[in-house]
């Protein structure tokens, strides 16, 4: 019955995706409890040189599936391929990333083998005694936070988002085995035809990789309130970052927001400044290392997950500090 928890690999022109590689350090941690193993299914066309590095990143079994039809992701060959493959290897778990390509091709396979999903999960944990996976997620609007089993049908599928697992560390002395399949695919299974690919111009903010994130709120007062944060950052060689009501103001562009609509995030330090610490926003960064949080209101609710609070007018703290820096 158990056959192992599958996570799939995301590659765009042949570059495997970071949350694919998360997944994998969850993806061993969750098959270590349940004494079973760790397959990656990678789809595309050559791309069996990435299976060695799979295996270093914590799976144990690689099954390829190649073919020229899968050289760019489309969603009915990888639905197609992805679904015959887990009706007839019967996995226990199968873990794909939030991601556009993830959010496109999970509802699909699950539909397709005829089990649940869930989506957008923040954690996922084995319950001791059933041995089956709860997969947490943010419900009603994100007010709360629930936890799912899917108790009748397998494979139990939970789609997770970018930067809430962590990596495993590269071990180059794994070994693992390297499954070669031939997919069954035809034109016929295509229905559309790519004319053209136009790649986005916009450099993209990573956020996520940053080592140090200021992040800015409404206490801020003003979109210029975060020309100080700008300087800190540049102090501490981080970058800025706000909350929702930042970026819906226009003071901040969407990709730079943290939370439940925007990025999850674990820098080594998170500074949080006029930020309120609503449960949407928490949601995307409770994982950081160290947070600072910075509000003139004691009772603000960033304080019970900070590492360290700060009563007082951001707006005075933060130049104060940099001042302060700028004596070190
Ligand atoms: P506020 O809640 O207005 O907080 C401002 C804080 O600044 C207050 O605590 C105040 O005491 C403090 N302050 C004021 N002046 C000063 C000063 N001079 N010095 C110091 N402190 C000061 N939010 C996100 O951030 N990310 C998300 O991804 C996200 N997704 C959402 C998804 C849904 C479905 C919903 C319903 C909401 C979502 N939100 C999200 C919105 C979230 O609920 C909050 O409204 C938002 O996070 C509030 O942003 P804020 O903390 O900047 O502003």
Same mark, same amino acid.
């Given at each position: 019955m158990d056959k192992g928890v599958w996570v799939f690999i995301e590659q765009r022109d042949g570059e495997v995706q970071k949350v694919s590689l998360e997944l994998l350090g969850k993806g061993r941690q969750l098959a270590d409890q349940l004494e079973t193993k760790v397959t990656a299914l990678i789809m595309g066309d050559?791309?069996?040189? *990435?299976a060695q590095e799979l295996i270093y990143c914590g799976a144990d079994e690689v099954i390829i599936a190649e073919d020229p039809l899968l050289k760019i992701y489309m969603t009915e060959p990888y639905t197609k391929v992805m679904s015959e493959l887990i009706e007839e290897k019967n996995p226990d778990i199968v873990l794909i990333g939030a991601s556009s390509i993830g959010r496109d091709l999970a509802p699909r396979v699950s539909a397709r083998v005829y089990t649940g999903l869930t989506a957008d999960c923040t954690s996922l944990e084995i319950d001791?005694?059933? *041995?089956s996976l709860l997969m947490t997620r943010p419900a009603f609007g994100g007010n709360i936070m629930a936890t799912i089993i899917?108790?009748?049908?397998?494979?139990q599928m939970s789609t997770v988002r970018p930067g809430v697992m962590v990596e495993m560390e590269?071990?180059?002395t794994r070994k693992g085995e390297i499954v070669k399949v031939k997919p069954k695919l035809s034109?016929?299974?295509?229905?559309i035809e790519i004319l053209e690919i136009v790649k986005e111009k916009k450099q993209k903010?990573?956020?996520?990789? &940053?080592?140090?994130l200021i992040s800015g709120g409404r %206490?801020?007062? *003003?979109?210029? %309130?975060f020309e100080s944060l700008k300087l800190l950052a540049t102090e501490l060689g981080g970058l800025v970052s706000g909350s929702r009501a930042v970026v819906d103001a226009g003071?901040?562009?969407?990709?730079y927001q943290v939370g439940q609509t925007g990025k999850t995030v674990r820098p080594e330090v998170y500074f949080a400044c006029g930020?309120? %610490?609503?449960i949407q926003h928490v949601a995307g960064m409770?994982?950081?290392e160290f947070i600072i949080a910075i509000n *003139?209101?004691?009772? &603000?609710?960033i304080f019970e997950v900070a590492d360290v609070g700060v009563v007082g007018d951001v707006n005075k703290v933060i130049p104060a500090l940099i001042e302060e820096l700028k004596t070190l």
């Open positions: 050559n791309v069996a040189s *990435k001791e005694e059933t *041995k899917c108790p009748d049908h397998r494979p590269m071990d180059t034109n016929d299974d295509i229905n903010v990573k956020i996520e990789e &940053a080592g140090v %206490g801020l007062g *003003k979109a210029e %309130g003071w901040l562009d969407r990709d930020i309120s %610490g609503a409770e994982e950081s *003139k209101n004691p009772e &603000a609710p």
